[in-house]
């Protein structure tokens, strides 16, 4: 989490406070501000002493502060034997599908901006294929990786696939339950949403969690976009130059609109912790679609974490609040009745340079427990997810006749589509973007305001230059 690595600020500044070098330099004033006389022996040994302290000092702040990156070190480093490198893993991901055409598709969506380009895999299962789809099943859209620190995520969504294509079991579950349950489902997962950043976190970099070009995903959503707290780390949390500024959002935005799923999971680690909305703020939504969310994170607390995982609204639990997420978009916005986000490990007693400790399993037997009951967890969602919020308004629930989203290309070249939302209403795509119509109406009235001051202080100014030429009498 962002408030773990924080910390590490306050222990450079403590090990700065407390070394050697900080007594030096009064020494060395003092001994150099004698005026121009030779030094004696003994003060050039004081000299050298504290240069030596210094840049031992140096050294070590470089080490953490390298390049501007305050995270760029990490003392534990991958262990390979556990993690597959992200190449290796979306092979492995794209075989499995293959291996299981029934149940599995992958596609793969590339965008571009300003030179950069990114590309997100996208796995969707669905028993008997894709054409036994009939818009009748209920949706989850499952999201991993999106900072590139958090290498776990993406092997929890290796193994959820592996069990989904029923080459990995749930211990006490029967497959023909499972199946059951399973044959109502549309699932899409995104495995790696942040790939380039991942690719740099494996050449060294374990801390970074932002995309490959220095932007943090999860700030570059545009509900309350660019909002910044008293604590806001201008290197982690950069929210990049606008909302969706970057491919890797723009094409997750994409996948959500057109898809429009009944539950979202944004799945990190740092911590244990099961968060509903909102993130930018320290409540809860009202009603009781919320006291449902808040009966199924009951539920999966109680059955997976022993009920030590943190239960709340992202913004009021962990500690501060996060501005531009993908969970308040999608629940804001794109109106997703259950979205939620997952914390799914954290080691607390890491050092707060350790990233790779801090963020991922580092031993075998804790590696297989966290992947062993976060994939029985999410099977607890598919399960009980669809009868909870069947209990809030049946409507909700899939129907067979439902409309179908035009084209999400169209989408993207600003085609205004209609469709039977979930709850019997039409409704524009304009009507999605009506966050980033805000974000970008405050910016012209702000805009506006200072134009006319700028104005006003121009005639002003003219004005009191004016030369005044007084009557002369004839």
């Not at 030096?24 to 000299?47: A, D, K, Q």
């Not at 969970?327 to 790779?356: H, L, Q, W």
Request: glycine residues 6%.
């Amino acid at each position: 989490m962002r408030g773990n690595i924080n910390e590490m600020k306050h222990r450079t500044e403590a090990f700065s406070s407390a070394s050697p070098s900080s007594s030096c330099f009064s020494t060395v004033s003092l001994v150099m501000g004698r005026g121009p006389r030779l030094l004696s022996l003994s003060s050039s040994l004081s000299i050298s002493f504290c240069f030596f302290a210094f840049l031992q000092d140096a050294v070590f702040l470089v080490v953490v502060n390298g390049n501007n990156n305050p995270n760029l070190t990490s003392s534990t480093p991958i262990d390979r034997d556990l993690y597959h490198s992200s190449s290796d893993l979306m092979e492995q991901i794209k075989a499995l599908v293959q291996r299981h055409p029934g149940k599995l598709n992958i596609e793969t969506v590339k965008s571009r901006n300003k030179g950069y380009q990114a590309e997100i895999s996208v796995v969707t299962y669905c028993r008997g294929g894709r054409g036994n789809d009939d818009g009748s099943k209920f949706r989850i859209l499952l999201s991993f990786g999106q900072h590139g620190r958090e290498l776990i995520t993406s092997e929890l969504a290796f193994r959820i696939l592996s069990i989904l294509s029923e080459e990995q079991f749930l211990p006490n579950v029967s497959p023909a339950s499972l199946n059951s349950i399973l044959d109502k489902l549309v699932i899409k997962v995104v495995p790696m949403e942040n790939l380039n950043g991942r690719k740099l976190v494996e050449a060294g970099d374990l801390c970074e969690r932002r995309n490959g070009r220095g932007v943090d995903l999860n700030r570059n959503w545009s509900v309350d976009w660019g909002k910044k707290e008293k604590d806001y780390d201008p290197y982690e949390e950069n929210p990049g130059t606008a909302p969706f500024s970057e491919p890797e959002t723009q094409i997750m935005r994409k996948l959500a609109v057109s898809f429009d799923p009944h539950v979202w999971v944004n799945v990190h680690s740092g911590m244990e912790a099961l968060f509903m909305p909102y993130d930018h703020k320290n409540t809860t939504p009202y009603g009781l679609p919320t006291h449902q969310m808040k009966l199924l994170l009951e539920e999966v607390n109680h059955l997976h974490c022993q009920k030590h995982c943190v239960i709340g609204s992202g913004g009021g639990s962990v500690g501060y609040l996060a501005h531009g997420t993908a969970t308040d978009f999608i629940y804001d916005v794109v109106k997703v009745p259950m979205a939620f986000t997952f914390e799914i490990y954290g080691n607390r007693a890491a050092s707060s340079n350790d990233c790779f400790k801090m963020f991922n399993p580092t031993d075998l037997t804790t590696f297989n427990r966290v992947l062993n009951d976060w994939s029985a967890a999410f099977f607890t969602i598919f399960k009980v997810g669809p009868r909870l919020l069947g209990e809030v308004n049946p409507k909700v629930l899939p129907v067979s006749n439902l409309a179908k989203w035009v084209s999400i290309d169209d989408y993207l070249d600003g085609y205004l589509m209609k469709r039977s939302s979930r709850y019997g209403k039409k409704m524009e795509v304009l009507e999605l973007g009506i966050q980033e119509i805000r974000t970008y109406f405050r910016l012209f009235l702000l805009s506006s305001v200072l134009l006319m001051f700028m104005f006003y202080a121009r005639i002003s100014k003219s004005k009191s230059n004016r030369q005044v030429i007084t009557g002369i009498p004839i």
